[in-house]
Structures are given as structure tokens and as C-alpha cells.
């Protein structure tokens, strides 16, 4: 019998996996009778300290915008429903998988157990199976905007491209702050669909998965070019999550600068001027926009950005699209009264410098042909297994960790539980110190890490957020050692 290498089986299991949601579409258009499900979120928020709901990850028929889409929805809505705690409640979801395949859920940028029923990427939960995830928010976890999607290893990107993610937002010290108190707060979640004239989900080619898919649509809120108005008060403050499987946003507000006030882990010292935002697929972002223009609509761009270096293959040859040459519109920022002086705060919150390492580790990315196997994307040469334990830490201690990215594509790198501080890159330090949880790593550059293992032991992992790569395996796990 002929062998099928690695790619190649992964590839047949997507193309299967499509197939069967394509399949299962044409009994939910029958079922629903032409009944479309808002695309609106939900906003859940915690009560006398407990937040509980039932969550549903669905395939269905979905007003995206103007265009009706049949894609995986969490409670038929698309981004899902707003969930909203405070540090030291309880959360209960009791989830429910109707989706034709097993799923789980990863609540990306929480500071909680990654065992049991908590942030555990190991679940398999079937399709039509219940389960219950339950956690309490620490009681000194930092204010931020997280979020959730699922994370099972194989049909991480296929799960998210095709529409299953929503917020997590944690209030705290920064939401109090009167200047951002003051803010008119908007939430807004950008996400790419490849769909047909029909609305159904566009099968991926081979090649286009080893780079990472990019749909043909773009949606803000799941919407196309929504507006946010500024009110009279002047100051727009404006949460950003990038809940693509692979697509990079390079940010701009016509007219505007932004002033970042938080990054994925949570508040910065003080405000950072910029002109221009990266979000690299699950960076957060947190900014204030002051309307201090002449009165009208500025459009929020997309500007253009290529992730994919030419190298052997060549970027046709890696199968992917060439990236847009003009900027795309993804929303716009309108207001009727021009304000002179708009009060920004000038202190946020303190980012504490951490203590020397106890370690210090080297992490090399590249994609390579594995013998047997095929192409593969690799942690230090080697493709994910999962019965194999790649990184073993001691609990309470700080690490740095090294990445160094020696191949042709960008590379978000993200760990799961810990957030970190950006040290440098290229030996060249970072200008302002901030929590992430994800960080871009280019091609020939290193990048260093400073990280506290604090709280929580287990087995999580950590990987590339281009989910395609994690998939195809540039993921490792990360022992946590009580």
C-alpha cells in the first residue's frame, strides 16, 4: 500500500472536514427555513460575583453584514456573546459542541488553571457532548481584554476561520481611571471568511494552508465598515482583537494617531503615541482616539503587509494570494463636534520590571521536510507530538527565553497561561514595557522574552498563532512543574 506522508494526511483531513460542514450546510438550510440568526453579540457580565451561561458552538446560517453566511457560530452569533467579570468571580460555562467534530475551548490570555475543566487544551469534547468549564478569576488578575476559541490540536485554524471566537473582557484598575472612564468604549473584533457567492465556506488548497488561509472577506463586529461615533466628550476608546486564524492587520486612522493605553496582558504605565498598529492573529489591543479634526468620517485601514518572505520555494510557489495593494476600509470613526482639548490620562497603571532568570532557553522556528513525513513547521527541528513533554519549567520562577525565527514566514509566537514582557529584539531593547501573550517574530530576527511561571502547574503549550503552522506543527508542551 502506498504511504501517505504527514502533509498530505493533514491536508485529505481538512478537504474531509469541509466536505462534512459543507454536507451538514445543506440540512441547516432546510431545517432553519430561510431563518437568518443576528450576527449582534451578546454582552453576559458576572452578578453578585458568579458568571454562568450556556454556550452553544453551532454551524449555521448567519447574517454576516449584508450577506447571509453559513459558518460556526458560538449561540448563532458572529463574533459570540461579550463575556464580562471581575477579578475574583467564578465562571461557569456549560458548553455544548453541535458542530460535526470534536472541540474545546482556550481562554486565551486568562491567568487561570490550565488543568480539569479550566483552560485545558486537551479536552475532547464530541460532537453533542456536554461540558461544564468552571474557574475563578485570581483575585490580583490584571484588567484586560482576552478572549476565547477553540484549541483542539489538528482543527484549531479550520475551527477559527470558520467563525468560532468571542471576548473575555476583565474589569479592573484601568477601567476606572477617570480619563478612560470617560471614554466612549467601543469593542471591536476583526475576522476573515473565505465564502462563495453563496455564502458557503470556501474549501482550502494545500499550499494556501501551509502559509496560513486568508478569507475574501474582512468583518469588524461582524459587520462590514461599521461606524463608531464620537460624542460630545471627544475620546473614542477603542478595544481591538484580531480573531483571524492568519490574516495580520496594519492599523491606521486617517488624521488620527493612536494612543495605546493597553497591550494583550493587560495596562501600559502610560500612553504610547503611534501612527500605525500591528496585530499579529490573537494580539489585543487597547487605544484612545481624541476627536480633535475637523468634524466628519475618517476611515479605520488595513494598510497592506506581507508576511511571506520570497525564499526557495518562491511565494507563488507557497500558494499564497498575493497581499492586497491598497488599503482596505474596516470601519469608520465619525463625530459632528470638533473638541480642542481632549484630557488623555498621563499615568495608567504601574508594569513592574521582573527579577533576573533562573534560565534562559533557545526556541528556533522554521519549516522544514521531515523524512517520512513531509513539510512540517518546527519548535528546534522537531514537529509537535503530543505524548512528548518539549519544555519542563519550575513553577514561581522567571525564565527568558530566546526565539529566533530562521525561516521565510513571519511567526506570532504565544503561551498559553503566562503572560510575558518584551526584553528586545535583535538586541536592540523594546521602547516601552508591556504584558503579552503574543509576540511577532520576522524572519532573521530574535527575539527575547521575559516570563514569570506564577500560580498554576500542569501541561499547556505554547505555539505559533498563525494557526495553520500550529496545526501543522510548530507547537510544543509546556510542562509546569509544582
Known sequence: MKKINRRK??????????????AQCSIVKTQENRHFFSSYPQINQSQDGILEIDLTANFNQI????KQAYLLSYNRQIPGPRLEAKPGDTIRINFTNNLPQPTNIHYHGLHIPITGNADNVFLNIPPGDRFTYQFQIPENHPAGMFWYHPHLHGLVAEQLFGGLAGLFIVRGELDEIPEVKAASERFL???????DQQGNMLPSQELSIMTGREGNLITANGQFNPNFTIPAQGLLR???????SSRFYRLSLEEHPFYLIATDGGALAEPVEMSELLLTPGERADVLIQANREPGKYRLLNLPYERVGMGMMGRGMMGRNFPESQPQVLATVSYDTQVAAVLLPTKLVPVTALPEPQKVRRFQMNHGMIPGQGMAFLFNGQPYQPERIDTQVQLNTVEDWELINTGMMDHPFHVHGNAFQVLSRNGKLEPYRAWKDVVLVRPGETVLIRMPLRD???????HCHILDHEDLGMMGNLEIKP
Not at 9 to 22: G, M
Not at 189 to 195: K, W
Not at 238 to 244: H, Q, T
Not at 456 to 462: D, I, L, P
Request: glycine fraction near 6%; proline fraction near 0%; hydrophobic fraction near 55%.
Open 238 to 244: 477603542l478595544r481591538i482583537l484580531n480573531a483571524s
Open 456 to 462: 498554576f502547574a500542569g501541561k499547556t503549550v505554547y
Open 189 to 195: 473584533v476583526l475576522q476573515d471568511f473565505a465564502l
Open 9 to 22: 494526511f493533514l491536508i485529505l483531513s481538512y478537504s474531509s472536514a469541509i466536505a462534512t460542514l459543507i
Open 63 to 66: 447574517n454576516l453584514g449584508n
